[in-house]
């Protein structure tokens, strides 16, 4: 009932969605958390790249996204090389029309799998080592 309720006042807010407009970068989107934002996102109106090392994955998302009505694009590649991120912007940019609006940073891999296993002192080791002061 709520849930109803809810979804027809955000229909009357939001008629087009909440992201209607918005062109969104959504890094490792080929599968798990990012995936699932880029069909959310898409859900809610915006112009989804998805993004991903693995271009099979990042294809097959973009499509599932356009069959179902929505738009998106996948620019497959590696978030570590320089080169390639000047192409993603490109196409991204392009695929806006010249904009930009939204950048999920998330392309990564999850050692321990799920956050609950992750300990406090694993991820300040991480974050040490990230910012190169440990090696
Ligand atoms: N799932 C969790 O419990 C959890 C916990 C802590 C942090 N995270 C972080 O959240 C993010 C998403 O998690 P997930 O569980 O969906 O992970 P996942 O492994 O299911 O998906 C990550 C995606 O990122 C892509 N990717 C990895 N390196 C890349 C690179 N260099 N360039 C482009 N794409 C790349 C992979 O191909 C994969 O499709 C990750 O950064 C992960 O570290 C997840």
């Known amino acids: 009932m709520a849930e109803k309720r809810v979804a027809q006042i955000a229909g009357h807010l939001y008629p087009n969605g909440m992201l209607a407009g918005q062109v969104a970068i959504i890094t490792g989107s080929g599968q798990g958390i990012g995936a699932e934002a880029a069909r959310l996102f898409a859900t809610e109106g915006a112009k989804v790249v998805v993004q991903d090392i693995d271009a099979a994955k990042a294809q097959a998302v973009a499509k599932e996204i356009n069959d179902k009505g929505g ?10 090389d320089a080169r390639y991120i000047n192409e993603l912007v490109k196409k991204a940019a392009e695929f806006g029309e010249g904009k930009i609006h939204i950048i999920v940073n998330n392309a990564g891999f999850t050692w321990d799998g799920v956050i609950h296993k992750v300990c406090p002192m694993w991820c300040f080791k991480w974050i040490l080592w990230q910012s190169g002061n440990i090696e």
Do not use: C, E, R
């Open 71 to 80: 738009k998106a694009i996948a620019v497959p590649g590696d978030m570590l």
